[in-house]
Each structure stands twice: as structure tokens, then as C-alpha cells.
């Protein structure tokens, strides 16, 4: 080799190690340090891109440091702890459409070497600095939408990265590597959460996730309300078919679910999948008894929504109106036909009862809730309720409310005061009068 061969191979070397100490640097103890080999490190990537390492033989050759970007990637996810403020800093990076690419097959890799050597256990922090890494990802809608690009290509129109299919498919490929492997429960609830939102729209194939929401939706509890998101989309706009998709729904309603949080979201899907008129009389009455028989306990914010979406049901369905019609009712509470432990709704012999649970309701304490249950005395109007506004009504702003309410005349006593005292016989009124 020339004395320049030698120099340029020695330089090479240097600048290797270098990039070795900054990936090292990225799991340092000061966030100052980390930050600053993060920075660094992508600026290497972007004069790599520049001026690659590597000469390029022929045109159309991809000159994207991706070795380099793994690095970057690696230190963004650490093992045994948190890096969430690292990776927020990083998500500007994430604006370029090659970074991004890359980023997803990167993280996809990771994800396969990281999780195989754990034998399927859940890493609480990993798992957590993905999900963080990967949640945010903005995809491009269409193909013209690709325009930023930190590495600038020769001939962009022949390279995948430039195609939205190719970025669809890294994209749907690295969430289901991800979700592929057993997740800890906190983290579970917030891939749900934004996974109608966020992940199947972009998807080349969204019913692949069929099988990762059907087990969510098994397991009951919030995590099955959640996955209710999931799999409306793929039964309304994928053709998806769900056997015994209404027991497990029924089966969802307990007492907790006036209470979640995530109540205006599970009401408002469980009135999307209520609204066909072609559901069996004998399936809705199920419901309209369970959710009644649930209200009994429940809090007054949730009851002045409730009542409103049983009455939609009932307009929805008039075969359902002979459980507020039935003559007499049940005359003992405790012949209720009724039967509030069975799963099956064709068996609870819903049909067969009274809603005398409203009737109750029409005594609660709270009078807007009276006032409320008081509507299925008389005679329906066609036009349905709008619960939208009722869904999210909070316990602090039905107390707000009455608060601010303005009281006009209060009575203060029945009997006219008499005397110093207002007793009927007061001796006092006999030598005193009140002016």
C-alpha cells in the first residue's frame, strides 16, 4: 500500500472506534452525554450518506449508512432502563422518510435478536423503549407525501424506500414482531389503545392483527374494552367474522364498566354494534335488563347516560317495549324471571321480565336522574337521543352544575312561624309578637 492507502486505513480505524465510544456513550449516566453522542452519530449518518465509505460501482446503488443507523438504534433501546427522553429527542429525526424506513428495520431486528435470547419473558424496560420508539412513527398517507429525505439519492424512483407499499409493509412487519411476544399489562392497554388509530390504517394487510385482538378480547376486563376498537374495524371494513361476538360482549357487562375510564369509548362501540335493526328482540333485551340491573349501583353521571341509551335501544327496537308494558310487573323482586348469572343472552330469559329497575330509578336521589328514568313513563318520540355529549360526563361537572344552579323560591318552613320559638302553643306568644 502507498503512504496515502496506509493513512486513509488508519483513519478508517479511528473512525470506527469512534463511532464504537459515541454508541457506548449513549448509555451514559449523564442525559448531556447521551445527547450529544446522539447528535453526533446522526450527523455521522447524513455525511456518510454524502460521501459513502463504500465506493459506488453502479448508479442506483443505495448509499444509506444503515450499519451506522443501527448503532443509533441500539443505544435508543437499552435493556435495563427507561430511555423515553432519549428517544423523544430522536423523534425529530424520525420526520425523514429514509430515517424512518431504516429505523423500522432496524428496530425489527432488534426486536428478534433481543427477545430470543429472553426465551419469550416480558422486558418490562425494552419493551416499554420500543413501544416509545416505535408509537409516535407518523406515516406518509400518500406516496407524493415522501418528500424529506436526509440522505439524498441518485435515482429515488427505482429505490424502495421511496414507495409507500414498501414502507407499509417494514411498517406492519416491525408491529408484528413487536406484538408477537407476550407484553406486561400496563403496556398492553396502551397498544390498544392507539392501535385503531394509529397502526391498522397504515397496514397493507390490517386483519393480520385478527389474531393479536382476539386474544385481547378474550381476556376480559379493560384490556377486552379496549380491543373492542381493533375489532370493529376489522368487522365493519375487513369482513372479519367473529363467532359468539355478542356472548363476549354481554359477557363484558359488570359493574366496572360505569367506572373505567375508558366507559365513553366502550358505550359508544357498544352502540355502534346495537344499531343494526336486524338483531333478535331476544339479544337486545338482554342487554337493555343486564345494563338496567348494572345501574342500580351505579354513579348519577353514568345513570344520566345510561337511561338515554336504553331508550335508543327501545326506539331501535319496538319488540323490546313489553318490559316496560307488562301489566303489573313482577310483583315480588324476587320472582324476576330473569337471570342475571347466565352467559348465554338467549337464555336469560330477558323477554320474559320487567324493567322495573328504571321504574326504581325514577326515586333515586339525584332528580335529574329521576327526572331522566321518568321518560319511559310516557309515550317515546321516534327521534333517537343524541348520547354523544353524556358519554364523558364527569361526577366533578354534574356537582359544577348544581352548584351554579340558581335557586328561585325556597320554602323554608311549612307551618307560618308563631311566636319567639314557632312552636303551635308557644307561651312566648302570648306576651310577644313578632314584627
Request: negative net charge.
Amino acid at each position: 500500500h502507498s503512504a496515502e492507502d496506509k493513512y486513509r486505513i488508519w483513519m478508517r480505524h479511528r473512525y470506527k472506534d469512534c463511532v464504537e465510544c459515541l454508541g457506548e456513550l449513549m448509555g451514559h449516566d449523564s442525559f448531556q452525554v447521551k445527547e450529544l453522542s446522539l447528535c453526533t452519530l446522526m450527523k455521522f449518518v447524513e455525511l456518510e450518506g454524502q460521501y459513502p465509505l463504500i465506493k459506488v460501482e453502479w448508479k442506483g446503488t443505495l448509499t444509506f449508512p444503515c450499519d451506522l443507523l443501527k448503532v443509533v438504534v441500539d443505544g435508543l433501546l437499552p435493556i435495563n432502563e427507561d430511555a423515553s427522553l432519549l428517544i423523544s429527542r430522536f423523534q425529530e429525526y424520525m420526520e425523514y422518510d429514509d430515517v424512518r424506513y431504516f429505523v423500522m428495520k432496524a428496530v425489527t431486528a432488534s426486536i428478534g435478536q433481543v427477545m430470543q435470547k429472553t426465551k419469550e419473558r416480558p422486558l418490562p424496560f425494552y419493551q416499554q423503549n420500543v413501544f416509545s420508539l416505535i408509537s409516535p412513527i407518523n406515516m406518509p398517507n400518500k406516496e407524493s407525501d415522501m418528500v424529506k429525505f436526509m440522505v439524498k439519492q441518485d435515482n429515488r424512483e427505482e429505490l424502495k424506500m421511496s414507495k409507500l407499499q414498501a414502507h407499509r409493509q417494514v411498517f406492519e412487519k416491525m408491529w408484528l414482531t413487536f406484538l408477537k411476544h407476550k407484553l406486561p399489562s400496563g403496556l398492553y392497554k396502551k397498544v390498544l389503545v392507539i392501535l385503531h388509530d394509529s397502526v391498522l390504517p397504515y397496514m397493507n394487510e390490517p386483519t393480520l392483527m385478527m389474531d393479536f385482538l382476539t386474544v385481547a378480547y378474550g381476556i376480559g376486563g379493560a384490556i377486552s374494552l379496549l380491543a373492542l376498537n381493533g375489532l370493529f374495524i376489522l368487522i365493519h371494513q375487513h369482513n372479519l367474522e367473529y363467532p359468539d361476538f355478542y356472548k363476549k360482549l354481554y359477557s363484558l357487562l359488570d359493574p366496572s364498566i360505569y367506572h373505567v375510564k375508558y366507559r365513553a369509548r366502550f358505550f359508544h362501540l357498544t352502540d355502534l354494534f346495537l344499531s343494526s335493526s336486524h338483531l333478535p328482540a331476544y339479544l337486545v333485551a338482554a342487554f337493555i335488563k343486564r345494563l338496567s340491573r348494572l345501574a342500580l349501583t351505579a354513579p348519577p353521571e353514568s345513570l344520566l347516560m345510561i337511561i338515554p341509551f336504553i331508550c335508543n335501544l327501545f326506539r331501535r327496537h319496538p319488540a323490546c317495549k313489553v318490559l316496560v308494558h307488562r301489566p303489573g310487573g313482577p310483583g315480588d323482586m324476587s320472582e324476576d324471571p330473569y337471570i342475571m348469572e347466565e352467559e348465554e343472552p338467549s337464555e336469560s330469559r330477558a323477554l320474559e321480565s320487567s324493567l322495573w329497575e328504571i321504574q326504581t330509578l325514577q326515586n333515586h336521589y339525584h332528580p335529574d336522574v329521576a327526572k331522566a328514568a321518568a321518560v319511559l313513563n310516557q309515550s317515546l318520540s321516534e327521534m333517537e337521543d343524541d348520547i354523544s355529549g353524556l358519554l364523558e360526563l364527569s361526577a366533578y361537572e354534574l356537582f359544577d352544575k348544581e352548584v351554579k344552579k340558581k335557586a328561585v323560591d325556597v320554602p323554608l318552613e311549612f307551618e307560618q312561624v308563631r311566636g319567639l320559638f314557632g312552636k303551635k302553643n308557644d307561651i312566648f306568644a302570648e306576651h310577644f309578637s313578632l314584627d
